[in-house]
């Protein structure tokens, strides 16, 4: 059973597209994550979600959208792609309460901009 | 800026030799700090949680340390397998738990 799923694994498009990113977690978590990882390999967080409420949102361009229709899902949309959006972008979640509770993370998704 | 350094070149070590990784910290007072492994077209796998108030942490050959005063934390895998080679991440959060921030990580190679 796959705990946390993203969808499509790898996407390639041309600049100026608009494309969107699929996750489902089915651990009944509380909170779900969008991180970034460039080719410098850091993984920087974009936004977090609790019980579908916005929480973070790490100065991201109004390009992305996140949307969360319930808990389980967290959606990613980009508009007008950009040369500098290529990386692979990771669905995280985690449960809400303790502190420090480790985060599951999907398998990415590789985007390349054309 | 609140900045995380791990060892950006890579760690060779000889199979059953003991790797020892560091995770260094600037302007940040976290409450915690976690271990995670990645392997190439994977997503991050947590390993270990250790907070402000802990000084060590074990789990099987896995331990961790973490000196707030240094700012510092320490990552060793004991009798170590060809299987451990992956990158391993260092990550730092705060108290209000939505935000954690990682390293870039370090690359590490157990040759048998």
């Known amino acids: 059973d796959t705990a946390v799923s993203q969808t499509p694994k790898y996407l390639v498009t041309q600049m100026g597209n608009d494309k969107s990113i699929k996750c489902e977690q089915n651990?009944?978590?509380?909170?779900m994550y969008w991180y970034k990882q460039d080719s410098k390999k850091f993984l920087k967080i974009m936004f977090s979600?609790?019980?579908?409420?916005?929480?973070i949102n790490e100065t991201v361009p109004n390009r992305f959208s996140p949307k969360s229709p319930d808990k389980a899902h967290l959606n990613l949309h980009i508009n007008s792609l950009e040369l500098g959006d290529s990386a692979v972008y990771f669905c995280?979640?985690?449960?809400?309460?303790?502190?420090?509770?480790?985060?599951?993370f999907g398998d990415g998704t590789r985007l390349s901009i054309l | 800026s609140q900045k995380i350094e791990q060892n950006s070149e890579a760690l060779n070590i000889q199979e059953g030799k003991t790797a020892t990784l560091t995770c260094n910290y600037t302007?940040?007072?976290?409450?915690?700090l976690q271990w995670y492994r990645q392997d190439p077209g994977r997503g991050p796998v947590f390993l270990l949680l250790?907070?402000?108030?802990?000084k060590e942490k074990r789990k099987e050959r896995l331990k961790v340390t973490f000196d707030t005063t240094l700012k510092q934390s320490l990552f060793h895998i004991t009798a170590s397998q060809p299987a451990d080679s992956a990158t391993y991440l260092c990550?730092?959060?705060?108290?209000?738990?939505?935000?954690?921030?990682f390293g870039a990580g370090t690359r590490l190679f157990v040759k048998a």
């Open positions: 995280a979640s985690s449960i809400r309460g303790e502190v420090g509770q480790p985060q599951h």
């Open positions: 651990l009944g978590h509380d909170t």
């Open positions: 979600y609790n019980n579908k409420e916005l929480i």
């Open positions: 302007n940040y007072s976290p409450a915690y």
């Open positions: 250790i907070r402000e108030n802990e």
């Open positions: 990550a730092l959060g705060n108290t209000g738990g939505f935000k954690t921030i």
